[in-house]
């Protein structure tokens, strides 16, 4: 069976404090820290253990994974499987990215995102460079900000040419068209992220191939949805998995729309969806990107 697991389990501190996080960060005491650490090798342990299955993951922490050491290692070894076909997270790399070089690069993937204000811009385009000349796969992003614009045109001229810069659209902004052309004219895709898509009862393939997992096991169709499907390690998830339309009015958020199978974004992202990475290079997006069915 091929699933797509999107994990997220009780971390929740970020050494990063971005006046714009959407996520409820906290300090993780060294108890929560240790109960996520036992989580996370929970769901490793049973990653590993699924050799009938391909499986890709998405960690998608609501704080900062990867300057826990845990994390890091957790990676690297679920790169090396066989049966996983890619294990990427989100991150705000603040992190060394020495250890990347201990993990199987066809199969790690890193999606990055860039927070003028919290780091220097320099620090963080020289880590971009230190994964490109590690072979890392990753992609780059940006919160669509007015006062973010400069930093993320630089970063579109810096970056190597094939790194795909992508901008999310800042949570409750209205753009207007000329300021979606000036975001569209670094990321051709912006289109699909300005606007929230209608998606209530269309079919989406979480549910069915794509699921959210927490630290206990619950096993949701998304991070959106709460109902639960079952849990991961008793397998009484996997009853439950079938093709669903989509219960709610609209879905704003990349990790989750890009299963909708009303958009072209598997094509799009082929190979990549996890990570961002889309399949065409930079220049070729501008046509995807006009026009993306936005409702
Ligand atoms: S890096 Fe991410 S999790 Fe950390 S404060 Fe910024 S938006 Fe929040
Ligand atoms: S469209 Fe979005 S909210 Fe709806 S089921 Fe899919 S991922 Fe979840």
Known sequence: MDLTLLYRGPLAS???????????????????????????????????EQR????????????????????????????????????????NLSCRTEWTSAADPDTLALWCTYHPGQTP????LAKCHELSGRSVRYSVGIVGLPEHLDAA??????????????????????????????????DPLFPYSRHPHRSAGLPCRT?????????????????????????????????????RACPRAACDCHIGYV????LPLYDVFAGGVLERVPALPVRELAVLGVGAAKK
Request: proline fraction near 5%; aromatic fraction near 12%.
């Open 14 to 48: 970020c050494d990063y404090d971005c006046p714009y996080c959407p996520f409820a960060k906290r300090r993780d005491s060294r108890e929560q820290l240790r109960a996520d650490h036992a989580a996370l090798e929970r769901f490793a342990t049973w990653v590993t």
């Open 121 to 124: 811009y320099d620090r963080f």
């Open 259 to 262: 299963h909708l199978e009303s």
């Open 153 to 186: 045109r630089r970063l579109r001229a810096e970056l190597p040419g094939h790194v795909y810069l992508w901008v999310n659209a800042a949570e409750g902004r209205t753009y207007t068209d000329a300021e979606a052309a000036e975001w569209a004219a670094l």
């Open 207 to 243: 549910g069915e191939s794509v699921l959210s997992v927490d630290g206990e096991g619950t096993v949701r169709r998304c991070h959106f949805v709460p109902e639960p499907l079952g849990n991961l390690y008793d397998g009484s998830f996997r009853a439950g998995l079938r093709p």
């Open 52 to 91: 009938e299955d391909r499986i890709s993951v998405l960690f998608t922490p609501w704080g900062e994974g990867l300057v826990r050491s845990w994390y890091r290692d957790t990676l690297t070894a679920l790169s090396h499987l066989p049966h996983v076909e890619r294990v990427a997270i989100q991150t």
